[in-house]
């Protein structure tokens, strides 16, 4: 069989990578093993180039990306908070906004109701612009900022924020059992009031001092 380049030209080997049948100028020899030209140049290639990283898989948060959809849904409690995939606040919106009726607060009830179906609506139009790599601030994330900068210095968040839901929970437990009456016990609201005033009076004097 003659050479596959040299078509006048016996054979002397085949390359062990195509096959090819080479002749005596066409050998290229590595270690013993017999290649041809395009195959020797090929390998070179190949090794030349750098490890491919393993694909990293891609993290993709479950949640809603359409704003208005987010604002309709978030009239109801707690479900626009669902609908972008927060469901520990969506918990946490109907616990409030079940204590504010109960304890006949209107007002902040009312307050509160139209903050849900806001806050829903900038979650989920913050998640859509972020998918397009763009950063945004909310005004619901200037909001946590300014609550960041008057509760910074209040140690042990967490522990007073579990004390604070077993508070709430033993109250609601009393109501069940007819321990209480929350004729009684929505009396007090305008209490939560004064402990926020005296923590922005606090808060005050510190930035003074």
């Not at 070179?44 to 990306?65: C, F, N, R, Y």
């Amino acid at each position: 069989m003659n050479c596959t380049t040299h078509a006048d030209i016996q054979s002397e080997a085949f390359c062990t990578q195509c096959g090819r049948a080479v002749c005596k100028d066409c050998i290229r020899k590595v270690r013993d093993s017999v290649y041809c030209e395009s195959c020797l140049e090929a390998s070179l290639k190949s090794e030349a180039k750098p490890d491919a990283k393993p694909a990293v898989p891609k993290t993709q948060s479950i949640g809603g990306d359409n704003p208005e959809t987010a604002f309709v849904l978030g009239l109801i409690p707690g479900v626009g908070s669902i609908y972008n995939g927060e469901y520990f606040k969506a918990a946490v919106h109907v616990l409030i906004f079940g204590l504010l009726t109960n304890l006949g607060a209107a007002l902040l009830a009312v307050a509160f109701y139209f903050y849900m179906p806001f806050e829903a609506y900038y979650t989920a139009k913050k998640r859509k612009l972020n998918a397009k790599g763009i950063q945004v601030v909310t005004p619901i994330d200037r909001f946590y900022e300014q609550m960041q900068e008057h509760t910074g210095k209040i140690q042990n968040k967490e522990l007073w924020g579990g004390i604070g839901l077993i508070v709430l929970g033993t109250l609601y437990l009393l109501v069940t059992f007819d321990v209480l009456v929350f004729a009684s016990v929505r009396q007090f609201w305008p209490a939560v009031l004064i402990v926020a005033g005296v923590v922005l009076l606090m808060r005050a004097k510190e930035k003074k001092i």
